[in-house]
Structure formats: structure tokens, C-alpha cells
């Protein structure tokens, strides 16, 4: 039984994700997400067939190729499944089956298409966010011990700090660091996941950020102009937080993992 829940969600994380990659693709360019309902080859427009839509499977079988023109298949369409499936699982394991894992699992799901969304066209997009915090505000606090203060708490403390960092980065450099989409895709982390978590994710993010940054310095060799997008080390916060947050912030108060005051 505990093996057909494991199955179940990562099957429907798999077709989540498969959706992910449909709103990834169009949602930027203002395409509806379900007109045309198939999705097309982006090289000869050709709608794929029911058997090759497969998450998964159809880009194994196809070999990462198109089946009427041949072009090579993008890795990020399978990557992006296969998050979603993961993403499935380790709700599972992390909350039972029930509400809890449902909620974290559409936040990580929408958090997956933003980090994207923004490596592809540097913009985190309202039509995403705003719908999502909307609905998983109120639902996080009927599934999950969040009340809705501590969402509204979470809420101030994330979009309010991130929006600081931004107003005295401008002040000083006069030049813009943080785009106020990094603002708003706190206003949705911190609404889910209350004011620690949101402490958490920006602590997490500017962490990942950090070494992140140094990667993409090293590869372009520009220094301290290289812009990277911020979303997705924010995103990979938020999903630490959820997934181990608690249980991190415990250690690092009883010195276990060392740090500041620790
Ligand atoms: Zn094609």
C-alpha cells in the first residue's frame, strides 16, 4: 500500500511536471494554456500525438528527437518531469499523504515553473504568482498548522526584507540589483510558509545565491557584473525550508550546524 502512494505521486508529479513545461513555454509570450490543448514541435509546429506527449517515456522512446522532423528534443522538457516527480515523492515522505503534502507540493510546483520562467526571460511573472498566493495562502492555513497570521507574518517579513536589501543596494550603487519580482515571489513563499520559513528561504537563498553567482562568475569570467536571476536560489530555499527547514533551524539553535551565534 505505502508502495502505491510512492507510485502514485510520482506519476502525478510527472504529469504536473509535463504541464509545468506547457505553462513554462507559453505562459511568458502570453499563449493560452489550453488553446491550442496540444502541445506542438517548437522546430515544425507539428501538435505531438497522445503517444508522444508521455512524460518521460515519449523522450526516451523518441530518442530526444522529434518524430516528424527530427530535431533534437530539449533536455529541460524531461529534467522539468522528472522534478515534478521527485518533487511528488519527497512531499510524501516529508508530510504522509494528506493536505500538507498537497499544499508544499503545488508551492514547489509553481516555484519549479517561476525558476524557469525567470532563467529563460529574467522576469517572474504576476499571472503565476499572484493566482498562486491567492490560492495557496488560504489553503496552506485550512491543510497545514499555518494560521493566518503567521502566513500575513510571513508574508511582511519575506517581500519586506528582500524590498529593504533592494531599496539600500539602490541607494548605494544607484543602480538596480533585485528586480521587485524577487519581492513578490517572497509575498507567496512567505504566505505559505510563515515569517521563520520566509527568514529561512531568504537566509537559504542568498546562501545558494552566493555560490551560485561564483559558478556563473568563474564560467563568464565578467566578475561582479554577471547578472544571474535570484528566483530560482530563492525557490531551492523555499523548497529546503519545506522539505527539512524545521528540523535545520533546531540544529542550528543547539550548535549542531555552526554559524552566527551558533
Ligand atoms: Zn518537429
Not at 502541445?39 to 508521455?54: F, K, Q, V, W
Not at 521587485?180 to 513563499?189: A, S, T
Not at 512567505?190 to 551560485?212: I, K, N, S
Request: proline share 6%; hydrophobic share 50%; with cysteine.
Amino acid at each position: 500500500m505505502v508502495f502505491f502512494w510512492y507510485f502514485f505521486s510520482f506519476l502525478f508529479g510527472l504529469c504536473i511536471g509535463s504541464f509545468l513545461n506547457v505553462v513554462i513555454h507559453r505562459l511568458p509570450m502570453g499563449q493560452s494554456l489550453t488553446d491550442p490543448p496540444r502541445s506542438a514541435c517548437p522546430h515544425c509546429g507539428e501538435p505531438l500525438a497522445a503517444r508522444d506527449n508521455i512524460p518521460l517515456v515519449s523522450f526516451l522512446c523518441l530518442r530526444a528527437r522529434c518524430r516528424h522532423c527530427h530535431a533534437p528534443i530539449s533536455w529541460r522538457y524531461p529534467i522539468v518531469e522528472l522534478l515534478g516527480g521527485v518533487m511528488g515523492v519527497a512531499c510524501l515522505i516529508r508530510f504522509g499523504p494528506g493536505g500538507e503534502a498537497v499544499v508544499a507540493f503545488c508551492l514547489m510546483a509553481v516555484l519549479l515553473a517561476v525558476s524557469v520562467i525567470d532563467i529563460d526571460h529574467r522576469i517572474i511573472p504576476d499571472r503565476v504568482i499572484l493566482p498562486a498566493t491567492v490560492v495557496l495562502y488560504p489553503a496552506a492555513v485550512a491543510f497545514t498548522p499555518l494560521t493566518w497570521r503567521q502566513g500575513l507574518a510571513g508574508t511582511v517579513t519575506g517581500a519586506g526584507i528582500l524590498y529593504s536589501v533592494a531599496l539600500v543596494y539602490r541607494l548605494l550603487t544607484h543602480r538596480e540589483g533585485m528586480g521587485l519580482g524577487d519581492v513578490k515571489l517572497m509575498l507567496l513563499i512567505g504566505a505559505v510558509v510563515g515569517w521563520q520559513g520566509a527568514v529561512f528561504t531568504l537566509f537559504a537563498g542568498a546562501l545558494y545565491g552566493a555560490l551560485g553567482g561564483l559558478g556563473a562568475m568563474a564560467r563568464s569570467g565578467r566578475g561582479l557584473k554577471t547578472a544571474i536571476p535570484f528566483g530560482p536560489f530563492l525557490s531551492m530555499g523555499a523548497m529546503t525550508y519545506l522539505l527539512a527547514g524545521p528540523e535545520m533551524i533546531l540544529c542550528y539553535q543547539r550548535g549542531i550546524i555552526p554559524g552566527i551565534g551558533g
